[in-house]
């Protein structure tokens, strides 16, 4: 545990086992599209993290990589709700496991 | 102040995939996104930090929420809030966490150690942001106005054949 970095590191995939594992366990909809921005944000730690201990900080990659993962994971999100409410006034619910049916 | 942050973050996040209800669930998220947030500020990057707060505490929670009174989310399900096949996706995920983390603490003689903290203003990321990395910027204003769009299209497309 010499790195400072080793901490960010274990909290990031401890992060994103938690929202992998929110994502495959939960059946409603929303919290699997909140599992999945856990994901990110994880993924999103560790660019920042590896960036403030990298040998050149000034190139700035990683808190670009962050900023635009950012922005993919808002689009992501206001999507997937819109799919949800619609699929919703479709069928009548957000339970993933009565989704059966790829043919409304 | 690490540890703190990281209690914060991480009970954050166990507590919004283990309540029961969704409205507790995205509150609890909204913590553990602002227990992020902290970790960006934490590591110097106030630019990201302050995103992180503008957009997840402030669009993605309240989008969160709006889908759930949208969809009655809040009422609880009757046959619990967990899926059928949870005892796959726990194994799944646990053995995901047990493989990177033995990556990084096998790895973790080879990171490198504590450095100077990186003087990098707006500034810089905005020069950066209109030069180096134009190309990216341009496709991501096209990807989140494509979303906005197709976003308002799937949510209004029932309503428009029902009539």
Do not use: C
Not at chain 2, 54 to 71: N, S
């Amino acid at each position: 545990m010499g790195s400072p970095l080793t901490g960010y590191l274990i909290v990031a995939a401890l992060l994103f086992s938690i929202g992998l594992a929110g994502a495959l366990v939960r059946r409603n909809a929303i919290m699997v599209l909140i599992g999945i921005e856990l994901m990110l944000n994880a993924a999103n730690l560790n660019f920042i993290a590896f960036w403030r201990y990298s040998p050149h900080p000034e190139a700035l990659t990683g808190v670009m990589f962050a900023i635009f993962s950012i922005a993919v994971a808002a689009a992501e999100a206001a999507v997937g709700l819109g799919l949800v409410i619609a699929i919703h006034r479709h069928t009548g619910t957000t339970d993933l496991d009565k989704m059966n049916r790829m043919k409304g | 102040m690490f540890y703190l942050i990281a209690a914060l973050t991480l009970g954050g996040a166990l507590a919004a995939m283990t309540l029961k209800h969704l409205v507790h669930a995205a509150l609890s998220v909204t913590v553990a996104f602002a227990g992020l947030a902290l970790f960006f500020l934490n590591l110097d990057a106030q630019f990201a930090g302050f995103a992180q707060i503008i957009i997840y505490i402030g669009a993605v929670a309240i989008l969160v929420v709006f889908a759930i009174l949208l969809t009655r989310g809040s009422e609880l399900p009757k046959d619990g809030v967990f899926s059928r096949t949870w005892f796959v996706g726990l194994p799944i995920a646990a053995g995901i966490f047990a493989v990177l983390g033995w990556a990084v603490i096998a790895s973790s003689k080879a990171l490198p150690s504590e450095t100077a903290a990186p003087a990098v203003n707006v500034h810089d990321i905005g020069v950066a942001l209109v030069g180096r990395y134009v190309l990216p910027l341009e496709i991501v204003a096209l990807l989140l106005t494509a979303a906005t769009i197709g976003a308002v299209m799937v949510a209004l497309h029932e309503k428009e054949r029902a009539k």
